[in-house]
């Protein structure tokens, strides 16, 4: 009995450390976000769609990675080591624990702590995103400027509740950007990699793949992500009203590009 | 064939330089008839003018109906999910 009992620690504690890399791959990230490195990358990009998928560039593409809801919404394994543009990396499986979501792959340099490639793919397995550097000049550089924070605040939480009464999108989600822009008043949402963008418009949007939208009042309300069509048109249709004034209270993010 | 004779013909254009009242008569009527003319000028005008602003305000208010295209939504989810890509 005691052997058993045993056992089933020496267990936990074998899964808990599984369930413990979400750390270290967050403070991998957010290294990452002070460093940049030189070199050329090719990114493919099948949602949202573009006139040529696959590309050559030189700036590594960005993912809005949400640390806090990164841990709660996916978990995170290390799936061994590769080689990408000639230097080690350590890959990242992260698997969302909700329907429907993207699975995606970081792979880390492994003495650097920066990605040097990511991938996005459907649940289905389809790749969606995918970037990697295929060559790297030189040593990472510091920058100078930091991302725009996504935002953790109960306060601003309730406001998008508010000003947006029967939204509903999947639990995951949780409100953590806000910008206003000649569209429109738009609000991101997160599961902690994957990202929604919500547009309350004077104008409608035509329909495509991974947009819904309906009229709200006066107001148009888009929804724009890579879920399932069914899951963005159901978020939708319970909205009731729109309401500006919760949204009042905040200064919109500056447009990161400015 | 009558000549008509240096000084009969100063004294002819002597009286013609001298106004009369049929002169008058004639000059007012004159200008009467291009204050009428101008008058059917400006309403047209102004229809005119009226019309052509109703059309452009009309094509302006059927544009705000259409919906932007799919690309406005695209390039916001762009932006959100973190640029570059």
């Known amino acids: 009995m005691k052997r058993f009992v045993l056992s089933l620690m020496v267990f936990g504690g074998l899964t808990a450390g599984f369930a413990h890399d979400a750390r270290p791959f967050v403070q991998h990230l957010r290294d990452g976000e002070r460093f940049q490195l030189h070199g050329e990358v090719e990114s493919s990009v099948y949602f949202p769609p573009r006139a040529e998928p696959t590309r050559r560039q030189r700036d590594f593409p960005r993912v809005e990675f949400v640390p806090w809801l990164l841990e709660r919404n996916f978990e995170v394994r290390e799936a061994g080591v590769e080689r990408i543009a000639g230097r080690q990396a350590v890959k990242y499986d992260l698997t969302p624990r909700h329907q429907g979501a993207s699975h995606w792959r970081v792979w880390i340099d492994a003495q650097w702590n920066v990605p040097l490639a990511i991938e996005e793919r459907t649940p289905q397995g389809e790749v969606v995103r995918r970037a990697a550097y295929q060559s790297i000049q030189g040593a990472p550089r510091r920058r100078l400027r930091g991302a725009a924070p996504r935002v953790n605040d109960d306060t601003f939480r309730r406001a998008v509740g508010d000003a947006l009464p029967g939204l509903k999108l999947p639990e995951a989600f949780e409100p953590v950007g806000y910008r206003v822009s000649e569209l429109g008043t738009e609000l991101m949402f997160s599961d902690g990699v994957n990202v929604v963008a919500l547009v309350i418009a004077p104008r409608a949007v035509r329909a495509g793949p991974g947009i819904a939208s309906r009229r709200v009042g006066r107001h148009h309300v888009w929804l724009v992500g890579n879920l399932p069509d069914a899951q963005l048109s159901t978020a939708l249709a319970g909205v009731r009203d729109v309401h500006f004034e919760p949204l009042g209270a905040f200064v919109p993010q500056q447009d990161r590009s400015r | ?85």
């Open chain 2, 1 to 85: 064939m009558k000549h008509t004779r240096p000084d009969e013909l100063d004294e002819l254009f002597a009286q013609a330089r001298v106004l009369t009242v049929q002169d008058d008569a004639a000059a007012e009527q004159a200008v009467q008839a291009w204050r009428r003319s101008r008058r059917r000028v400006w309403p047209a005008r102004l229809l005119l003018t009226t019309a052509v602003a109703a059309v452009i305000g009309g094509l302006l208010l059927i544009q705000q109906d259409q919906p932007l295209p799919t690309s406005a939504a695209y390039d916001v989810y762009r932006q959100a999910s973190g640029g570059s890509w």
